[in-house]
């Protein structure tokens, strides 16, 4: 079982996470389980980052997280945000287009957009947060930092036990295929009732937040797609988070 969370670690951080011999096709399926406890992980290192930087200009503080927050992750989620933006506008709603325009490893206008977008969306939500947020001991402060990423994360095993994977030998394939669908659901249930345990109203208003959005989200990859990609699930990240630190700043 702790195979299997540093399995979650090693694919979705950049921490020193090394395992010998490599996973099994079930430990990569449990791994999903671990996919919320990754993204807590992360928050509470955006937390301590948050904290170290209390009394500083907040504009650079937010930045400072922000870079944080991206290198903890090598960029991973964002690649496929691009990936998406490209495909889904260059893919003119044709199924095969849009697949084939996901793997190019070109980056278009569209690619550069969506991540700008997203990062100011985000340095601005985390700026506001740090400026007007509550003292750094806070429980507040604690739930601005743990519920995106966690929210987010949480809604990996969920969109994938709901939804077929359509990139035969994708980087996601071998999981998909020895994952457990109904502990997938219980996973992010259980992760739902920490976000609003921890932020309360606020968190309950977020994981609205988080799951209107998945819903919409995989809506269209059906609709577009027949199911979901990798591409798919970082960009369910990326825009999840973004969603929930507006959310959260705007309430």
């Given amino acids: 079982m702790l195979r299997s969370a540093r399995v979650a670690l090693q694919f979705l951080t950049r921490f020193p996470v090394r395992i ?18 990754v993204g807590a992980l992360l928050g509470l290192v955006l937390y301590a980052t948050a904290f170290a930087l ?16 991206v290198l903890g992750t090598g960029a991973l989620h964002l690649d496929g945000l691009a990936d998406v933006a490209d495909a889904w506008v260059g893919g003119h709603g044709d199924r095969e287009r849009t ?22 969306l985000k340095w601005s939500a985390l700026t506001s947060l740090l400026t007007h947020g509550a003292p750094r001991f806070a429980l507040p402060v604690l739930a601005n930092c743990v519920l995106p990423p966690l929210l987010a994360r949480a ?10 994977y359509v990139r035969p030998g994708g980087i996601a394939a071998e999981l998909v295929a020895h ?8 996973v992010f ?16 208003l977020a994981l609205l937040a988080a799951a209107a959005l998945l819903f919409g989200l995989r809506l269209a990859f059906v609709r577009r797609l027949g199911g979901v990609t990798g591409d798919c699930c970082g960009t369910v990240i990326e825009l999840i988070e973004a969603s929930v630190l507006v959310t959260l700043a705007l309430v």
């Avoid at 209390?54 to 927050?69: D, K």
């Avoid at 259980?190 to 609003?196: G, S």
């Fill in 20 to 37: 010998e011999p490599p996973a099994s096709g079930a430990e990569l399926g449990r791994s999903l389980w671990w996919y919320p406890v």
């Fill in 179 to 186: 994952q457990r669908r109904p502990a997938n659901v219980l």
């Fill in 155 to 164: 809604a990996i095993p969920l969109l994938l036990a709901t939804t077929a």
């Fill in 99 to 120: 697949l084939a325009i996901m793997k190019d490893v070109h980056a278009g206008t569209m690619a550069i957009a969506a991540l700008v977008v997203v990062l100011l």
């Fill in 54 to 69: 209390a009394g500083r200009p907040p504009l650079l503080g937010a930045a400072l997280v922000l870079c944080v927050w």
């Fill in 189 to 204: 249930a259980a992760a739902a009732a920490l976000a609003v345990g921890l932020g309360a109203l606020r968190g309950l």
